[in-house]
């Protein structure tokens, strides 16, 4: 099948909307591992498509003369369907944390706290840092509390990193820890009359874009069988990179050949 075939029987559009709206009753029939709940970034996703297709759209006759059970024509339409997953989730209403999501967070960043209070005394001791400023942190008392000192402890270290650098046991990734999670905890706890608990279960919208992501990761996992085939085991993955991978090049992803109009 010549690409120009191919190409005129794919779906293919740059609008989102009129993306989700074609397959979405594609997607209906997906049906979702129990317990799974997706978080991964669906920016990633599109332009890991774009880039993969930049490469793969001008080998999809290749792939139909040598992969016959592929359907070369869903292959074609991957931009378009992650323009769908896009919109998917843009159509997400906000869900409130819940209360077993904050307590879940909370003891994971607890012990790192307890460690960092603990050597910032011991600098206090030894005159690296200003005694008010660890005294200021350890004021107060409260799980809202505790969220915003593993943000202000993050930024005592930082401010204070040419005098105690060398000198402590946390790596980057606990520093990294006690900021992203003290940050999103400072958001989720209400400072008043507790937390509250998000609704029960998915809503349909979330729904919606999980059944759209499993679409969207099937065809994928397709594309990048039919990259190997093309470019061998080795260069696969730096032509269709995962469909997660969050790597990215110094420069944007290329665009996918401008789609036909559709009726």
Avoid at 40 to 46: E, K, R, S, T
Avoid at 70 to 76: E, K, Q
């Amino acid at each position: 099948m010549k690409l120009e075939a191919i190409l005129s029987k794919a779906f293919r559009t740059t609008d989102s909307a009129r993306a989700f709206a074609h397959f979405l009753p594609l997607a209906d029939g997906v049906v979702l591992a129990d317990g799974v709940v997706f978080r991964q970034d669906v920016a990633v996703a599109h332009h890991n498509v774009l880039r993969a297709m930049s490469v793969m759209t001008a080998r999809l006759p290749d792939v139909a003369r040598q992969l016959t059970a592929v359907d070369v024509v869903a292959l074609a339409e991957l931009p378009a369907l992650a323009l769908a997953v896009v919109h998917a989730t843009d159509r997400i209403p906000a869900v409130v944390p819940s209360a077993r999501e904050i307590d879940a967070t909370l003891a994971s960043i607890r012990p790192l706290r307890v460690a960092a209070l603990a050597y910032l005394d011991c600098a206090v001791a030894l005159e690296l840092v200003p005694a008010g400023r660890v005294r200021a942190i350890r004021r107060g008392s409260g799980r809202l509390d505790e969220a915003r000192d593993a943000v202000a402890l993050v930024a005592l270290f930082r401010e204070f990193d040419g005098a105690l650098a060398g000198k402590h046991p946390f790596a980057a990734a606990h520093f990294k820890a006690l900021a992203e999670k003290g940050a999103w905890l400072v958001q989720a706890i209400k400072p008043t009359k507790g937390v509250p608990v998000a609704p029960s279960g998915r809503t349909p919208e979330a729904l919606d874009r999980d059944r759209l992501v499993t679409l969207l990761a099937r065809r994928y996992e397709q594309l990048r069988v039919a990259a190997v085939v093309c470019f061998g085991t080795r260069d696969a993955d730096a032509k269709v990179p995962p469909l997660w991978s969050a790597a990215r090049t110094s420069s944007p992803a290329p665009e996918a050949p401008e789609p036909a109009p559709v009726a």
